[in-house]
């Protein structure tokens, strides 16, 4: 029985995964990383022992995906946004002691990608990238089974190459990312500003609403669902013109609205010097906790029946 922690910008998430992939039990708390790191331990050890309880198990090993930038190897906690009392400090040698097991960490889009790739809708693919759309596009790289790692085995951020250098500011220093473009808030600001929902109560207009209105006939929703789609299918058509991939799992919050039929007519539009067609387009089947069974996987990725050769 794995333990995993899902650490967010909102809430952090633990629970004991069997080695299926099916959550047992699960205990959440706020991030609230303006508590330091030492409550932060605390909370994420005591979430740990309930989770074992209430599963009546016993951990045998821990693994963690957590938001932002993580050195995987070292354990310890980089420029993570919303942890910045965080920085340096080592939950990998600190879980690891307080348990007496052995812990491994992966920023968690590498999670959910490897949770997806061993018990989702990637099972079995060799080359597989995972992209999830929400508040953010983050995501995961998979190359001959074994996950891609850049220099330094640091996280590539497949949401920050750039789709159009005129469009808005993105917190990476450039414009026009593919995550300044095709995110939840992305499609909610263009809607707004181009005059969209108009005498609604604008606080609810997220992605979801503007989907609905679009299919009651919403004139500027339509538009706003195109302009979605159309972001969305040309930063796909990046990743199959660069990797080819048997399959790319595509989660998050977005992806529940949005047409993969829509997003394949995009592909074809360009794509003539690849064969696009072979690369498939799925929903990741992991469902809400697609992070923590993914945190989880870590794990098995690292120590369990070892897939991960020398990096
Ligand atoms: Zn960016």
Redo the contacts with the bound molecule.
Sequence with gaps: MIGAVDIGGTKIAVGIVDDSGAVLAKVESPTAGERGYADGLARITGMLREAARKAGAEISGIGIGSTGWVYSFTGEFGDVDFLPLWKGCNPVADLGRAFAVRVALENDGDAAALGEAGWGAGRGKRRLIYVTVGTGIGGGIILDGQLYRGVDRSHP?V??H?IDASGPP?????RG????LATGPAMAAWYKSNGGGHGMHRGALGAKEIFQLARDGDACARRAVERETYYLGLGLANLIGLFVPDMIVLGGSVMKSVRLEDLRGVIAQGCRFVPWEKTELALASLGEDANLIGAARVWHYRFGDGTETAA
């Design positions: 951020e949401g920050h750039v993105c917190t990476c220093g450039f990312c593919w995550e300044a």
